[in-house]
Structures are given as structure tokens and as C-alpha cells.
């Protein structure tokens, strides 16, 4: 009985509707799986094949019973697994009842059925001889055609799969090296931008540094004192636009305000600010130039014109349109203000 209850809790994928999906491989899995455990229980080494063996002895001598008894309820009327012990009904349910129909003994297994559960604990305590893998291997048929037909669409989808996981990874690692270079052109670029303008200071001939020392000296550094410079000329009164233009970043919208201006050296282009906002409704556009124009101290009666792309929500469309647009509400603090589109994209 203790090789039939570990048979039988795997009979689903042994002898049922998942045995057909499963490869014979899979199977002997299967089948060493359950060796281990009579291993453990009787203390003694079980291989694959003596479990088999076993298998196929205690079939052979219960089969013949289990047709005789099903045979007998058909004839009589009666339940068909009324007569069955235990080990015959595991072997029932595991084979089902159809693998018995049209067997016939002729012989008389009365005494055999008294001492049945003695002969099948002798055969599982007692080890088998290993016998050669191929007298057994009709226990895993081979699947169906049909069966095969969707094991290999299974496969064929597998392989897809795996295929576009590969794409997306090789797209990954590209864009991670593509960043790595990134990083390390802005390394070599602002320590060359430090050889050149310090070329007598010895401390800047031998300085080098990283993304995080880079990116301080960036943020903390230039930015700051090139915006101080912009003011410091936008201080004189003179007259300014202000331009920007949106962009997708994960969840957020993007807008870099570029501020143009003309001093003597000519036309002056530079980049002021870099905001995010949640959306890109009017509203918040029109309060977020206002902001930055009093964040930096600018006048806002210098301010000539604004300066975006034709989306309705910049000038109300190709028309010009006075209504819900950034244009209408700068040009509430602003009555002269001047419309220029795309002038270029930024």
C-alpha cells in the first residue's frame, strides 16, 4: 500500500488528463520523486527503476482481479467498485475502468484475494532487481499526434517569448551603455573645460571627476553663475521674450524657458530655467512663466513676447483665438504682448 499512495497522489499527471502535456523526462522526475519517498519511509535505497518494477508486478497481479470484480457488478446490477479493497480501488481510479473492461481471468483468484495486501507489502519491502528501462517503457506512451501538434505550437510560442525578452534586454543594455558613454563624454568634456580656462593652475591640470562631483559643479556652480550673469545684464531695463516649449518625461511635462534678449554683443539666447509640471493645461503654463519672471526679479512690462508652438493651448489655435490659451492670460498683465511661433523648437 505505501507505493499505491504515493502513485496515486501523483496520478493527475501519471495516468490522467496532464499526462499527455508532459514529456518523458517529466515523468521520470516523477517516478524518482516517488522513489525518494520509499526511500525515506523504509530506510533502504529505492531506485527509479525498482519503484517501476514494482509497479508493473503489483498491475499484473491485481488487474486480472480488478476485471473479475467489475465484470461481476455488471452482471449483478450492483455498484461497480462495491467488491473493491483499497489498493484495487486506487488502481481503479488511477487506471479508470475502461482499461479492465473485456479482461477475463478463467481462473479462480479466491485464495490470492485473502492474502493480496500481505504479497504487495513483501514485494515493496523486499528490493527488486533493477531491470533494463526499455521492458518498461510502455508505461509513458508516446504522445499522440495531436498532442505533439501542441506540444511543438507550445514550444514555438516559448522560443517567441523568449525571443522578444532577449530584444527588450538587448534595447536595455544599449541604452545603459549609450548612458554610460554619456557620462563619462560630460566627464572628460568639463575636465577639459577645466584644463583650458585654468591651464596655469596646477590643482585644475591634475583635477578629475565623476558623475556626482560633475553634477555638483554643474548645478551648484556653473548654473548659478552663468543665470547671474544673465541678470546682472537684464538688470539695465532692457527689453526680453520668453520661450518654451513642452515635453514627455515619464509622467511629468517638461518646459525649459529660454529667455532672448539683445545686448551689443547681438541677440542673446539663454536658457533661464527648467520646470516640471504636472500637465500642460493653460493655467498652469501662464502662472509658471509668471513665476519664473518673478523668481529671477524680471519686470514684466520688459517682457516684448512669448514665444511657443501653435498648439490651441499656447495661442488658440492657427486663429489666434482670445479664450482659455497662455497667450490671452499673459497678455493680462502684459496688453502688448507679441505673439512669435515657432521660431524653433526646443
Known sequence: MSLVNPIHDQKSKLFGALTSTL??????????EISGRLSELHGNVRTRDDVMKTWYNILTKHKPRIADKLASARKTGGPADADLDEIEAKISSMKGKEAFEGIESGIDLSLESQCANE??????????????????KFFQ??????????????????????????????????IDSKLDRLE????????????VCFSDSDVAKNFHSARTKTEAIITGVLAPMSIEEVLSELQTGIAFSLSTDASNHAELKTFPIIIRYFTSSGVQKKLLDFVHLQDEKSKQVAEMLLDVITK????????????????PVNFGGINRAEGDNVFTKLKQIKSKLIPVVVVHHI
Open 23 to 32: 514529456t518523458i523526462d517529466d515523468k521520470n522526475k516523477i517516478w524518482e
Open 184 to 195: 563619462k563624454q560630460w566627464t572628460v568634456r568639463l575636465t577639459c573645460f577645466q584644463y
Open 141 to 174: 506512451p508516446a504522445p499522440r499526434k495531436r498532442h505533439r501538434l501542441e506540444n511543438d505550437e507550445l514550444e514555438s510560442t516559448k522560443r517567441a517569448i523568449l525571443e522578444k525578452e532577449d530584444k527588450k534586454l538587448e534595447i536595455l543594455t544599449n
Open 296 to 311: 529671477y526679479g524680471l519686470n514684466p512690462e520688459k517682457m516684448i513676447a512669448f514665444c511657443a508652438d501653435n498648439a
Open 119 to 136: 504479497e504487495t507489502e513483501r514485494m515493496l519491502i523486499s528490493p527488486v532487481p533493477s531491470e533494463d528501462i526499455e521492458q518498461i
